[in-house]
Structure formats: structure tokens, C-alpha cells
Nanobody, 124 residues
Framework: QVQLVESGGGLVQPGGSLRLSCAAS????????IGWFRQAPGKEREGVSC????????VYVDSVKGRFTVSRDNATTAVSLQMNNLKPEDTAVYYC?????????????????WGQGTQVTVSS
């Protein structure tokens, strides 16, 4: 059974940093990537970043390029999302998910396995 658990959210001032972590277990399919998604109040969920399980390649949505970095800890299989220079518009509940390759990052509704989410609030 696939289980995903996010941690690391919180309140941070604009320009600050947070590091989210996604602990994954039970992921057996080699092509299952780990994607990061977010959902702000009143908005549709969107894909933010993704890391492939096959070659470690990464994908970012334009709004976070140069500020967010996704990485995998091969020793623990956890996936982290380092978020720097945070902006108020980054405020959202952040989720990690798996079940598809990174090419499907823009189709959030198709991802089959989700964590419970962690709140990120960027405010002064």
C-alpha cells in the first residue's frame, strides 16, 4: 500500500525559506515519480515540481523556477522541496503525490496516491 506523508510547512515571511519533505513507502512501480502540488484557497490544485524515479530528472512550473529545488534522499527515499525567496502567492496547502511519471505533472487529477498535505503561509 502506497503511503505518503508530508512535513515541514509553516509560517514564513516574504523572502524566507522552507523545506518540505515527503516520506514515501510502498511505491513499487519504477516509473512512479514524486510530484509536488499546491492548492490555494479558491483555486485549482496545480503541479509545482516533480522528480523522476528512473533518472532523477526534475520538472518545475514557471512560477517557481529558480526558487524551488526538488531532490531525493536515496538513503531514505524521502523527497524534499526546498523553497527559497518565498512570496505571498506561494501560500497554499502543499501535497506530494505519486502514481504517474513527471510528464503528467499538469494533470493533477490523474495522480492516484496523495499525502495529507501541509500548510505553507507566506505573510509579514
Amino acid at each position: 500500500q502506497v503511503q505518503l506523508v508530508e512535513s515541514g510547512g509553516g509560517l514564513v515571511q516574504p523572502g524566507g525559506s522552507l523545506r518540505l519533505s515527503c516520506a514515501a513507502s510502498g511505491v513499487t512501480a519504477d516509473y512512479y515519480a514524486i510530484g509536488w502540488f499546491r492548492q490555494a484557497p479558491g483555486k485549482e490544485r496545480e503541479g509545482v515540481s516533480c522528480i523522476s524515479s528512473t533518472d532523477g530528472s526534475t520538472v518545475y512550473v514557471d512560477s517557481v523556477k529558480g526558487r524551488f529545488t526538488v531532490s531525493r534522499d536515496n538513503a531514505t527515499t524521502a523527497v524534499s522541496l526546498q523553497m527559497n525567496n518565498l512570496k505571498p502567492e506561494d501560500t497554499a496547502v502543499y501535497y506530494c503525490a505519486t502514481g504517474l511519471p513527471c510528464e503528467a505533472l499538469s494533470s493533477w487529477i490523474l495522480w492516484g496516491h496523495w499525502g495529507q498535505g501541509t500548510q505553507v503561509t507566506v505573510s509579514s
